[in-house]
């Protein structure tokens, strides 16, 4: 999780009163950049469930 310091909530979402192009691009670019780090079924299973 990362604070972008003045953006608003739903800056990420173009039209919406709040999108803020910058802060915008910044999020995608490093929330494409943490999936591709992340390992195709990397996911661990909940507690419990096995």
Known sequence: MERLTG???G???EG???Y???AS???WERL?????RTP???RT???GSG
Not at 32 to 36: A, C, P, S
């Open 7 to 9: 953006a608003r909530h």
């Open 11 to 13: 800056y990420a979402v």
């Open 16 to 18: 919406r009163a709040a």
């Open 20 to 22: 803020d192009k910058d």
């Open 25 to 27: 691009e910044k999020h």
């Open 32 to 36: 494409l950049d943490l999936f591709g």
């Open 40 to 42: 195709r079924g990397s």
């Open 45 to 47: 299973a909940p507690p």
